[in-house]
């Protein structure tokens, strides 16, 4: 019987996203910096507090972020847990709906305000068609989530970053796949004085062609797709009922499985 495994696409074993919250204006400078290394990020935005100082511009939106994603952080960025529950539905629902209008595409993520959930909020979001949220624990490891909706980032960028990342890169091809999560805030930097440092690790860590670079929804639907590949009970064959295409290795071989697709392995 073959040995499969799976693999973010082109076989890569590595995947790199970054994600940023509450939108402020220096959120012009972190996007700069991204593109110039072409690294992509998700950028949590409270969409009540545009068009007022220190945050963005509704206006700018679309084009700002374009090539990144923009996700919920809620209307006004209350604590979730201290307020009624009709209150999170309108929090959520408004906020993605004003960043649907300004984005020009469905928006499906999200970020816990202050990090801060329970069990019910979790429940709740899949209703509000929310398919991730991030929080802010600190796995300081490269795992994969087995809960988008609780998803626990590598670090912040504060925590290690450098360090964090030479042990990314120094990661054994042969080993599983592995996801580098970074977050923060981009008035972080502002209030540090530290731009130098997202500016080194992006260069650092840009064009590597081992590592995929991806935005938070990227990498969910990505999972989700691989998950949901459905194989033969001998391993002879795979079906790719998702609408995007895949990577698995077979034998150590990578292969990829196109949407729609049933191939023999």
């Known amino acids: 019987m073959k040995n499969i495994a799976f693999s973010f696409p082109e076989g890569k074993r590595k995947a790199l996203t970054m994600s940023y919250d509450d ?31 220190p945050f963005l511009s509704s206006s700018e939106v679309k084009d700002l972020f374009k090539g990144h994603e923009v996700s919920v952080h809620t209307l006004t960025h209350p604590v979730m847990t201290q307020i009624p529950y009709e209150e999170i539905i309108r929090e959520v629902q408004e906020d993605r709906k004003n960043l649907e209008t300004l984005a020009g595409y469905p928006v499906r993520g999200m970020s816990y305000p202050y990090g801060v959930y329970s069990d019910e909020i979790v429940s709740m979001l899949p209703l509000l068609g929310i398919e991730y949220s991030r929080t802010i624990v600190s796995t300081r490891s490269f795992s994969i989530p087995t809960n988008f909706l609780t998803w626990h980032p590598t670090c912040h960028h504060n925590d290690k970053l450098l360090e964090r990342c030479k042990e990314f890169q120094n990661l054994r091809l042969w080993m599983p796949m592995a996801l580098f999560y970074v977050w923060g805030h981009s008035f972080e930097f ?17 064009f590597d062609e081992s590592i ?43 292969v990829k499985v196109e949407p729609g697709q049933t191939m023999a392995l």
């Open 23 to 53: 939108g402020q204006i220096h959120d012009r400078r972190l996007v700069s910096i991204f593109n110039k290394y072409g690294i992509k990020g998700t950028f949590h935005l409270n969409s009540g507090k545009f068009d007022s100082d």
């Open 190 to 206: 502002e209030w540090n004085n530290n731009w130098d440092l997202i500016e080194e690790f992006c260069k650092t860590i840009a």
């Open 212 to 254: 995929w670079y991806a935005t938070n929804i990227e990498i969910v639907d990505y999972i989700k797709a691989l998950k949901n590949l459905k194989f033969s009970v001998d391993r002879r064959l795979v079906q790719n009922v998702s609408a995007i295409p895949v990577w698995i290795r077979v034998d150590g071989d990578p």
